[in-house]
């Protein structure tokens, strides 16, 4: 089992960046593959980012890419999330979340497919 903590939320204004953090505690954090998913007010949780366990691949949903970069520190059993040209529309409850590796599948954004979560760190971003 893993604990996550996540941190490095805020309020900015659009334009701005602001870097979250996620601390991993419990067993190997190399172990897992980590995503970062947020959800606003009144909408479904989306996926954002996910990096695999060795930190060689990434993915990115379409609304971020080029703005977000996801990135992992096994030594130091943490996982970022680099936000950049911050937009109103980023505003959202961010948790980050880890996923047992399992061989050489591919990353998923499935929200169900992960095992463990944080509790979330706010993002507000104002116009």
């Known amino acids: 089992q893993v604990q996550l903590v996540e941190s490095g939320g805020g309020l900015v204004q659009a334009g701005g960046s602001l870097r979250l953090s996620c601390a991993a505690s419990g067993r190997t954090f190399s172990s897992y593959h980590m995503g970062w998913f947020r959800q606003a007010p009144g909408k479904e949780r989306e996926f954002v980012a996910a990096?695999?366990?060795?930190?060689?691949?990434?993915a990115y949903a379409d609304s971020v890419k080029g703005r977000f970069t996801i990135s992992r520190d096994n030594a130091k059993n943490t996982a970022y999330l680099q936000m950049n040209s911050l937009k109103p529309e980023d505003t959202a409850v961010y948790s980050c979340a880890a996923r047992t590796a399992r061989g050489g599948e591919p990353l998923t954004r499935s929200p169900s497919s992960y095992d463990y979560w944080g509790q979330g760190t706010q993002v507000t971003v104002s116009s």
């Open positions: 990096i695999r366990w060795s930190g060689i691949s990434t």
